[in-house]
């Protein structure tokens, strides 16, 4: 029964179910893509004026929250991806509290289409989040110089990182207990862009906190989307970018495989 | 699928499984024929819903081995998967998905086609009386039309095998009148049904054969009224005002089963009309005031009195305030 277009269909059916699921429930998405909205306009607004003074050395005020504009963008969107994640953990962990996984279990369909329909429902979400909040940043000010080439190897990088995050979630939303546990558990992931170059170069940070937020994954990944956007050299970023995402991938998927294969107690 | 018709529906021999150092279930042997219903019966803990999961390929079992359908559970587990249908004490259901929902859903998991879906859909709604509700989310349903839907969502595959595992528990009177009369609707359609509960009554009305799992083991195994012919006939049970009254008609009416905290007596009866106008007629010579009496043929709940030794057997753990079992009290009488 696990042949490979069972696979295939089943995953579409999954898609189908997440899909109607997200449009049932609204308020999730809206959330999720409201959460970083908020701090896009709270950073901008805000802190804007001053950091955009402190990492570009020009006048504050408006010229530097100009500037800052086109720096913290990169890693809003990243956090837009993070917190599109977090519904994931929380829809997972949803299922499993409320006993349809059980009976997803006892039927003859490929196992693993249950997690697929959850990854690619995420993928198809996380993409509509992405342009809405470009679109706020276009709005208020976000002008970068990339080409068509620039804007879609960007959201190429975006969607390496969904797709692996996804993973991430869909064993943290299995491990969870309950549905509440599950929608903190992914919380660092919304810290990460902090502890990295997303808000402030990081050389601007103690040494520390400098030395981690140099090597975490996030900071390759914002300095990716970053150069790609602006058209700056993206040196080995891209290359590290891809190869955290392709690491955090298989983390997650070969972690979800195995909490799905475990038996149910 | 490769069906193996002749083969029995389940056969189990030697089912074991323990969580760390607890025994779950110490191996147990199951034969169930096509077509019938099997009730595995026992009080909470007793460890029906494990052996459910085992059968439907849920958790693996510690030893022994089963098949169902002719398939065996750990070599074929999804052809075994193929020919089964669970409903589970939990009802499984999209709640987010409206009826029409969550059947198309199960019938796209099915592979069925389309038309072939959604007729099949179509049908269960009618039979399970959820038209109404067919656009509505199921979590705005009640406790018996979320029961009823989990039901039918299990019968889109047509399954040989379903397994029900409480199928009635936590549902009012009405609603479990209605999974009754349900499940004989599918027995007639020729599926075997393997059934846990833990009300006798449920077992006593439903089953073809019940077997009593007490802590782990398969205490007793027979059809309702092989098991009712293990135990003693029936009873009266006779209350008192005080302990004076208790004492005379104790003397008078000779052996008996007493208890001083309810002022009862329990006296081996056989129910009919002219042995009990003997019995109030020695204890109305002795002066004595019956304060209530009710006569009790022997029902299962005695049986698994009887069997485990357990005075809190199935009907009265749990939820048993909302299960009044009236089959318990044929004729109840409250003289003076």
Redesign the interface.
Known sequence: ??TPS?AL??SA?ML??NL??ML??PSMTLMLVGMPIVFLLLFVYVFGGALGAGIGGVGGGASGRAQYVNYVTPAILLMTVSAAVQGTAVSVAMDMT???I????????ARVSVLTGHVIGTLIQTVFSLVVVTGVALLIGFRPSAGPAGWLAALGVLAALTFALTWLCVALGQTSKSVETASNAPMPLVLLPFLGSGFVPTDSMPTGLRWFAEYQPFTPIIESVRALLSGAPLGNNLALALGWCAVIALGGYLWSKKLFNR??? | ?STKPSAPAITATGLRRS?GDHVVLAGIDLHVPRGTVFSLLGANGAGKTTTV?IL?????PDGGTARICGHDLATEP??V??A???T?Q????????TAD?NLR?MA????LGRAEGRRRAERLLEQFDLVEARRK?AATYSGGMRRRLDLA??LV?DPQVIFLDEPTTGLDPRSRRDMWQIVRGLVASGVTIFLTTQYLEEADQLADRIAVLNRGRLVAEGSPEELKRRIPGGHVRLRFADARHLDVAARVVGPVVRDDDALTLQVPNDGSVGSLKALLDRLDHASVVVEELSVHTPDLDDVFLALTGNPDGPTHSGDAADFPNPANDKVKVTTR
């Open positions: 029964m696990s069972y269909r089943d059916t189908r179910r109607r699921r049932r429930y409320e006993g349809i059980a009976r997803f279990r006892t039927m003859a369909i038996e149910s107690a | 699928m969580y999961k439907s390929t849920l958790l693996r999804d052809a998967r193929a089964i249908g669970v589970g939990f009802s499984a259901v999209d709640n987010l998905l929902e859903l796209d998991l099915h592979h989310p969502m299990t595959g």
